[in-house]
């Protein structure tokens, strides 16, 4: 099993920025892709970014481009998510999560999850 620590979450102004972080631990091997989403109250869950573990192949929500990144160390068994120019509505819980290589593509494939880290954005 997988286990996942978010931290670098908290409480910053409009225009700020912030860079989380993922640190995995456990069986490492089987991590295939590893992602970031969120959650704001009243609202489902979406997608933010994902990377692929071995070739570093990075994939955006569209509407996050420009904004946020991400990047792994892979010796570390770290995962970031940096984001720039935060807006009130970028505030939510915040996830990383790890896809397997026997799973398949999409939030479902996702079989391991950290406990999500706050950012609250104020104006």
């Known amino acids: 099993q997988v286990r996942l620590v978010e931290s670098g979450g908290g409480l910053v102004q409009a225009g700020d920025s912030l860079r989380l972080s993922c640190a995995a631990s456990g069986r490492t091997l089987s991590i295939y892709n590893m992602g970031w989403f969120r959650q704001a109250p009243g609202k489902e869950r979406e997608f933010l970014a994902a990377?692929?573990?071995?070739?570093?192949?990075?994939y955006y929500a569209d509407f996050v481009v420009g904004r946020f990144f991400i990047s792994r160390d892979s010796a570390k068994n770290t995962m970031y998510l940096q984001m720039n120019s935060l807006k009130p509505e970028d505030t939510a819980v915040y996830y990383c999560?790890?896809?397997?290589?026997?799973?398949?593509?999409?939030?479902?494939?996702?079989?391991?999850w950290g406990q999500g880290t706050q950012v609250t954005v104020s104006s």
């Open positions: 999560a790890v896809r397997p290589p026997t799973e398949r593509s999409g939030i479902s494939g996702y079989k391991y």
């Open positions: 990377i692929t573990w071995s070739g570093g192949s990075t």
